[in-house]
Each structure stands twice: as structure tokens, then as C-alpha cells.
Nanobody
Framework: QVQLVESGGGLVQPGGSLRLSCAAT????????MGWYRQVPGKQRELVAA?????STNYGDSVKGRFTISRSSNTVSLQMNSLKPEDTAVYYC??????????WGQGTQVTVSS
């Protein structure tokens, strides 16, 4: 059974930093990509960052230059710097397998507020 366990969310002041991590267990097929998405009420879930099995990365326009995604085996991390109030959202870990199946974490709240 595939499980994605997220950690690292919380409350931070504008300009601060947070690091999110996601550990995937129970994976029996090769991973195509791992990434992070975020969602605020009333809006669609959007890509924050993703990293492919060959190490290519992709970032949402609003986080380029501030966030960095990294992957080690079945763990993906997101270093978030220079956080802004508009980064406030529930962040979801995603694993995409080469067989075309997607798995999602339970979500972790990130709140940027003074």
C-alpha cells in the first residue's frame, strides 16, 4: 500500500523559510516524478515544483527563485525561502509512477502571516 507522509508545514512570518518533506513508502513501480502542489479554498490545485527521475525540475512561476525542490530516493523536499502571504495554502506531495498512476499526500498547511 502506497503511503506519502508529509512533514514541515506551519506558521511563518513573511520573509521567513520553511522546509517540507515527503516520504513515500510501499512504492513497487518506478517513480516518474515527485512534486509539490498547493491549493487554497475556491481555487484549483496548482503546481509548486516537481522533479523527474532524471533530475529535471519544474517550478511554478510564482515560486521561481525562492523555492528549491530536491529528491533523495523516495523522499522529496521543498525548501521555501522568502515566503509571502500569498504562499499560504495547503501543500500536497505528489508521486507520479511510470505506469501513469498518481498518489497524493494528506496535505500540510503552510501559513505565512505576521
Amino acid at each position: 500500500q502506497v503511503q506519502l507522509v508529509e512533514s514541515g508545514g506551519g506558521l511563518v512570518q513573511p520573509g521567513g523559510s520553511l522546509r517540507l518533506s515527503c516520504a513515500a513508502t510501499g512504492i513497487t513501480f518506478s517513480i516518474n516524478a515527485m512534486g509539490w502542489y498547493r491549493q487554497v479554498p475556491g481555487k484549483q490545485r496548482e503546481l509548486v515544483a516537481a522533479v523527474t527521475r532524471v533530475g529535471s525540475t519544474n517550478y511554478g512561476d510564482s515560486v521561481k527563485g525562492r523555492f528549491t525542490i530536491s529528491r533523495s530516493s523516495n523522499t522529496v523536499s521543498l525548501q521555501m525561502n522568502s515566503l509571502k502571504p500569498e504562499d499560504t495554502a495547503v501543500y500536497y506531495c505528489n508521486v507520479n509512477l511510470i505506469i501513469g498512476r498518481d498518489y497524493w499526500g494528506q496535505g500540510t498547511q503552510v501559513t505565512v502571516s505576521s
